[in-house]
């Protein structure tokens, strides 16, 4: 309620589908994906470094909608998936697009793991693919299809594990280090032999009970946050040991009393870990974003309400800013986005803004 | 048996302190401006909680350099800094107003409520219906006045032989208040148990607890009792209620300690109770074990049944508070299983976060096989049909640099294919 917030220029004309922060720390570039078949790259400083409402600096179209954008190894690439099936690499200095592999629906999310150097995207098919970043290039490089038991709806990655988040309430925890040695075998052997059945580290069942919405995961590895579409948020931890499991938790937000007494429960469809404090941000279809210390089991903060539902939030890799994805909610049947609706809030987050307080 | 807490009266729901950011209400002042500082003048930057809204304003902007903009956790139409809130202070009239008008308009709802769940009347002081029956309580002075009167009229008739004008009902009534009361009882035993007795006979000889109290006032009294006998002596019960409930009301109703709502709002089926003179609020006394005699044989033939036997003297507090418990349990369940149905409602409207076990929710996304992304790519305008030639792209897509690499990475993965 007291920070510095500023909305980005010249957003893009549809909802917004994805928004990620650059991996440096010293940058103040995002990508946006979109649903009106754009990428856009905007930088956040103006000529004086000071970081404001930004400039767009490329704008990158696409067949179709896409739905999810992220940075490479550097803040000189990144990788988008769509509805065009495809899962593609962009070189920002020469505009050059390519196309590591296509799955056979709509492709939702793509990630990039740094510790392991392979690009992990999920798609409607149920299948992740999983692709070295020179796959375009190199023609003999396949990616390998990893075939999961339903369509996946959210993935999130730590150094060592990939969460994925699927229907039917299924949650598989992948061995990072198991897929990227699997992926680099795969480059050897003959197309058509890379569908390979992975065992995953970890099966679970979601600590929800209706759809997972997102999923991402602690910066320190220790476990992720869950959140589905009747406004709840689950906690949980990687640690098998009954002492951890017995520290998962989930609780309720994103709901509104309605004035017949009703509660109107909201789906929360974004949530996103700050990278140092190890707090997270929720962004819900009630145009909501709350901090939550996920250790103390406390809200830190709830922000002003946007106009419209929050459909993705991001740290900035400094933690020193909160960007937010507003758009018309596609969730609740109305399927026209105005001009003007869509809008990137950025918050300057002060010194301890999404520090925990500690247990009292 | 204490006083049956029944909610709140309207007055006192009106008086609670209540917080203008929230509408909440609160026991107690101290706890209002302490949940103020706690919930709405709170910094979120530093442990500090300022007493107003002004305060933290000034600490934002002096401490933390920043704006203070809308006060947190506010309803959304309360959350401007320009109003200086203090606990109960600097409440704008007309919002105040509107608050008291809510607070009543709920209570009178929850009335209607507890009403509707319980066939109750309305108790005497919240709206009409039958307003509860006041015990009729003569100040001592009128007592006295009666007394004086009364034995004046007596001397009048003992010099005058039995007089006409003297009446029985009149004599029973201004008896008990003699301020004597430790005769009554045996005034009404007497009656009770004299009635068989040939006129003539001295009531002492009758029942030895007559003969106990050898007042004078009593002894010469019994055969004026006696002059009305003749014309009820049937022992029937029907009898026995004409002198009492005519005495009754000038006696303080001792007996009768049940709290007030009992017979206030008596149930229909206990209709029989409307009868008695309601309780006063004063205390039970249990030293005078004489009205509760007569409230026992009372109750009791009331409730149809024999008479009490003439141990008048004997009977105990305990004893006589026992069929008043009798009668008033079945109402007191019955009405506080109503306050409990209505308690949650009455309060539920006040808070209705935390009062409902089991909200009735909406959920804005209800869709547990297709995601919202699935479901919006389904709209026309974002069809996209995998048709990968480069015609297709083409046609789709203006002219641009960026279209060339979309035609190239195509190229590039179709071998693959």
């Known amino acids: ?360 | 048996m204490g006083k049956k807490r029944r909610g709140p009266s309207l007055e006192e729901l009106l008086d609670r302190p209540w917080c203008y950011y929230c509408e909440r209400d609160f026991d107690d002042l101290k706890i209002l401006i302490s949940h103020q500082k706690a919930k709405h003048f709170k910094c979120d930057n530093c442990p500090r909680r300022l007493n107003t809204a002004g305060g933290l304003s000034v600490h934002l902007s002096q401490v933390h350099k920043e704006q203070l903009t809308q006060v947190q956790n506010a309803l959304p139409n309360r959350m401007g800094v320009d109003v200086e809130i203090f606990g109960m202070e600097g409440i704008p009239a007309d919002v105040l107003k509107a608050h008291q008008q809510r607070v009543a308009s709920q209570f009178q709802q929850a009335e209607l409520d507890r009403q509707h769940a319980t066939g109750n009347p309305p108790t005497g002081a919240s709206s009409g219906g039958q307003p509860a029956k006041k015990p009729k309580l003569e100040p001592v002075s009128d007592l006295k006045k009666r007394l004086a009167e009364h034995k004046a009229r007596r001397a009048e008739a003992l010099a005058g032989g039995s007089s006409g004008d003297v009446t029985p009902s009149s004599a029973v009534q201004s008896t008990p208040t003699s301020g004597v009361y430790a005769q009554s009882p045996q005034i009404a035993a007497a009656q009770q148990y004299s009635y068989p007795q040939p006129y003539g006979g001295p009531p002492a000889a009758v029942t030895p607890h007559l003969s106990q109290t050898g007042s004078p006032v009593y002894s010469s009294y019994s055969p004026v009792g006696g002059q009305q006998l003749p014309g009820a002596s049937p022992y029937t019960p029907s009898g026995y209620p004409s002198p009492f409930p005519a005495g009754l009301p000038a006696q303080p109703p001792v007996s009768y300690g049940a709290p007030p709502y009992t017979q206030q709002q008596p149930p229909p089926s206990d209709n029989r109770f409307m009868g008695l003179p309601t309780a006063s609020n004063l205390p039970q006394r249990p030293a005078f074990g004489v009205p509760s005699v007569n409230a026992h044989g009372m109750q009791k033939m009331h409730m149809g049944h024999v008479p009490p036997t003439p141990a008048a003297s004997g009977h105990s507090n305990g004893d006589s508070a026992q069929p008043t418990e009798h009668v008033s349990t079945p109402v007191d369940n019955q009405i506080s299983g109503a306050a409990n149905d209505i308690v949650p409602q009455a309060e539920g409207s006040s808070k209705p976060k935390k009062e409902k076990t089991k909200p009735a929710i909406r959920m804005i996304y209800n869709d547990d096989t297709f995601s919202p992304e699935e479901k919006k790519a389904q709209l026309s305008r974002y069809a996209y049909v995998p048709d990968q030639s480069t015609q297709t792209a083409l046609g789709e897509l203006p002219g641009n640099a960026v279209v060339g690499a979309i035609q190239e990475s195509d190229t590039v993965i179709d071998p693959a294919h």
């Open chain 1, 1 to 360: 309620m007291t920070s510095h917030q500023f909305i980005v220029a010249s957003p893009p004309t549809d909802a917004i589908s994805a928004l990620k922060f650059s991996p440096d720390p010293n940058s103040a570039r995002i990508v946006v994906s979109s649903w009106d078949k754009n990428v856009y790259l905007y930088d956040l400083r103006d000529e004086n470094g000071k970081i404001g409402e930004g400039k767009l600096l490329q704008k990158f179209e696409h067949r179709a909608p896409v739905l999810d954008v992220c940075f490479g190894e550097n803040e000189n690439e990144i990788y988008t998936a769509g509805l065009d099936w495809d899962v593609r690499k962009i070189d920002l200095n020469t505009s050059e697009q390519t196309v590591l592999s296509s799955h056979e629906a709509g492709v939702r999310h793509v990630l990039y793991s740094r510790e392991h150097n392979i690009i992990i995207s999920a798609s409607w098919d149920s299948t992740l693919h999983i692709h070295l970043p020179d796959a375009g290039a190199n023609p003999d490089s396949l990616p390998i299809i990893v075939p999961l038991p339903s369509k996946p709806f959210s993935i999130s990655a730590t150094a060592t594990k990939l969460v994925v988040a699927m229907a039917s309430r299924a949650l598989h925890i992948y061995d990072l280090k198991a897929l990227a040695l699997l992926t680099a075998q795969a480059d050897s052997t003959a197309p058509g032999g890379n569908r390979v059945e992975v065992e995953p580290w970890q099966r679970r069942e979601s600590s929800l009970k209706f759809m997972t919405r997102a999923v991402a995961c602690m910066p320190d590895d220790a476990g992720y946050a869950s959140s589905s579409i009747e406004g709840r948020v689950a906690v949980e931890w990687f640690d098998p040991s009954p002492e951890s499991q017995a520290r998962k938790y989930a609780f309720k937000c994103h709901r509104q009393t309605a004035e017949d007494g009703v509660d109107v429960v909201y789906p929360v469809n974004a949530l996103a870990f700050h990278p140092i404090f190890g707090t997270f941000a929720s962004g819900g279809g009630d145009g909501v974003v709350a901090l939550w210390d996920g250790l103390s089991k406390r809200r830190i903060r709830q922000y002003q309400k946007y106009q419209n539902s929050v459909s993705a939030v991001a740290f900035s890799a400094s933690g020193q800013h909160l960007a937010i994805a507003v758009s018309p909610g596609f969730e609740d049947g109305h399927d026209e986005v105005p001009e003007g609706t869509v809008k990137i809030y950025v918050r300057e987050l002060g010194e301890t803004e999404a520090k925990g307080k500690g247990a009292k």
